[in-house]
């Protein structure tokens, strides 16, 4: 059981359709059709992606995984294996926002709420990203693996 943080490189074809999510709102947002609350992505070169802050030390991915083994409370009631991913957005204070599935296991709905309850947990504990110094909001994702020890 682990977390996994999906990089640039993990997935491109999620970087390829959240760079021109990105792109199509800061276009819309230069031309007076939205308001600027343009989330940035993870895979934007133009910002320093958000951290996570969990403890002291190691890798990204060492304290994600470090969270995960201090929270997970593995669900009791369905044999289900897999990957969960969400994503959500790191606000310029550090709360988490519009927190959603981006894949799910299906017939696991335990371990899904597991999921999403471990990533609401995560809310105080994110760095937010920044551009050009200024801290700015960015969508991220993040993986929870369901699988036997």
Not at 53 to 66: M, P, V
Not at 85 to 114: K, Q
Request: charged fraction near 25%; hydrophobic fraction near 40%; glycine fraction near 6%.
């Amino acid at each position: 059981m682990h977390f996994e943080y999906i990089t640039r490189a993990a997935c491109p074809m999620v970087a390829a359709i959240a760079l021109l999510l990105s792109s199509a709102n800061l276009l819309a947002a230069r031309h007076g059709a939205l308001p600027d609350t343009t989330a940035y992505t993870i895979f934007d070169s133009r910002v320093a992606a958000p951290e996570f802050t969990y403890k002291k030390g190691g890798t990204q991915r060492e304290r994600l995984n470090e969270f995960y083994r201090d929270n997970l409370r593995y669900p009791q009631e369905e044999d289900c294996t897999g990957k969960v991913y969400l994503n959500f957005v790191v606000e310029p204070d550090g709360r988490l926002s519009s927190i959603g599935f981006v894949r799910e296991i299906p017939g696991c709905g335990c371990f899904n709420a597991e999921a999403l309850r471990l990533v609401r947990l995560m809310e105080g504990y994110w760095r937010p990203a920044t551009r050009n110094g200024k801290k700015v909001r960015c969508r991220t994702f993040v993986a929870v693996w369901f699988h036997d020890l």
